[in-house]
Nanobody
Framework: QVQLVESGGGLVQPGGSLRLSCTAS????????MGWYRQVLEKERELVAR???????NYADSVKGRFTISRGNAGNTVFLQMNLLKPEDTAVYYC????????????????WGQGTQVTVSS
């Protein structure tokens, strides 16, 4: 019953901006961490940015200084502000969350959204 829903993807010109959002819903006891990953076709899925429930953040070197991850006040929403976008940022972006749920055994479970396409092209 846990679900992650992403929004905000689309087509943007190089140098432009997009803002992705993801909301986790369900019987969540604790939201340990949320983040964004991206994947291009057969390439490996890579971490873009991650934020813990304590506010610690981690960014891929390729997006540092351009992307900013943040959490909503409700705690189950994560945003990714993407500025100065480059063609190499084109990928499917997946929301990720580590959640402790009422259906688990007390340890965090990993959940994924279905992905949202980001295309950077002139």
């Amino acid at each position: 019953q846990v679900q992650l829903v992403e929004s905000g993807g689309g087509l943007v010109q190089p140098g432009g901006s997009l803002r992705l959002s993801c909301t986790a819903s369900g019987n969540i006891i604790q939201n340990v961490a949320m983040g964004w990953y991206r994947q291009v076709l057969e390439k490996e899925r890579e971490l873009v940015a991650r934020i813990t429930n304590g506010g610690n953040t981690n960014y891929a070197d390729s997006v540092k200084g351009r992307f900013t991850i943040s959490r909503g006040n409700a705690g189950n929403t994560v945003f990714l502000q993407m500025n100065l976008l480059k063609p190499e940022d084109t990928a499917v972006y997946y929301c990720n969350a580590h959640l402790v749920t009422v259906y688990g055994l007390g340890s965090p479970e990993e959940h994924w959204g279905q992905g949202t396409q980001v295309t950077v092209s002139s």
